[in-house]
Structures are given as C-alpha cells and as structure tokens.
C-alpha cells in the first residue's frame, strides 16, 4: 500500500510539473498556424546597438552586427540585399541626409513553430531633406539570428512640421 501511495504521489507531482508549451497570439498569412510570444531582451539590445552604430556612422561595427544576407526593405518598397549593397547605400546616404534616430519603444518577440526571434521598434528619424530638417516615423520590423541582425522592414509616418509659436504680445 505505501508503494502505491509512492507511486501515485510521483506520477501526481510529474503530471503537476510538466512543461507548458506556449500557446502564443496573433498570426501571419504567410506562415499558417504561426504563433507570437515575447521574446527577449537581448534581441532589443542588439537592435539598439545596432541603431546605436548608425547614429555614429561606425560603417564596420554595422557590417559586423549584421548575416552576410542581410535583406532590408524600405518604406517605398526598396530592396537592400546583402552587406555589400548596404554598405554603397549606407556611405550614399549618411552623407546626404545625416539620418539621426531615435528608438522610442521596442518589443521582442519569437515566433513559436518557426523558433525565429524578431523585434518591433518605433523610432523618431531626424533627416536633412532638400536642405531643411524633418521628422519621420519609423516602424521598423527586424528578425535577429544568432545575436546578428539578418532581415528587416521600414514602415515609414511622415511627421508634419511643428505650426509657428504664435505670438502672445
């Protein structure tokens, strides 16, 4: 009888403590039955490092911090493919426009059946446009494999200009 009681308290406390596979949320047409969930920080450290590198136009640090097939589509459908062909842009453009951000929020989250790790971040983008300062929304959507950034998309708000402080005398 204590044997069964044994057993019975064993298969009781296996059964309680079983792993729980995560259920996830959301979906995407693409990839049927794919499942969310939040990922981790240190996929959004990595983005901000990367972002980071940008900010000091540190053109080898970003080289590093990115695959060999780095793909990046930008906000009017563009394609960057590749470390080579982000590098030409990258030395076109921060001369150009001097792009500044700034990320004002981020999330992680991974992919369940697929086991990919992605971030979501907003970020505010200072430009040099035809001479004149502007602001531009940036979402940007990137997916990070083995702590380098190999893919990401750029949605893209134009901001209005701030209206003239009025004057109060």
């Known amino acids: 009888m204590k044997k069964l009681f044994i057993l019975i308290l064993a298969v009781t406390f296996t059964a309680c403590n079983a792993p729980v596979e995560p259920q ?11 499942k969310y969930i939040t990922g981790s920080d240190d996929v959004t450290d990595v983005w901000v490092k990367y972002i980071e590198a940008h900010n000091n ?18 906000p009017d459908g563009s394609r960057i493919n ?12 921060f001369p150009a426009e001097e792009p ?9 989250y991974k992919a369940i059946s697929k086991d990919e790790s992605w971030v979501i971040a907003g970020h ?6 035809e001479g004149e300062r502007v602001r531009k929304a940036h979402m940007i959507d990137a997916r990070i494999v083995d702590g380098l950034v190999d893919l990401f998309y750029v949605y893209q708000l134009d901001v209005p200009p701030a209206p003239p402080a009025e004057d109060t005398e």
Do not use: C
């Open 57 to 74: 136009r540190q053109i080898d640090a970003i080289m590093s911090m990115e695959t060999d097939s780095i793909s990046i589509t930008g």
């Open 24 to 34: 996830g949320a959301g979906f995407f047409t693409a990839q049927p039955g794919e």
């Open 124 to 129: 505010w983008v200072d430009l040099t446009v």
């Open 100 to 108: 500044k951000w700034e990320i004002y929020w981020a999330m992680p």
């Open 82 to 93: 590749g470390k080579e062909m982000h590098e030409q842009a990258l030395n076109a453009w």
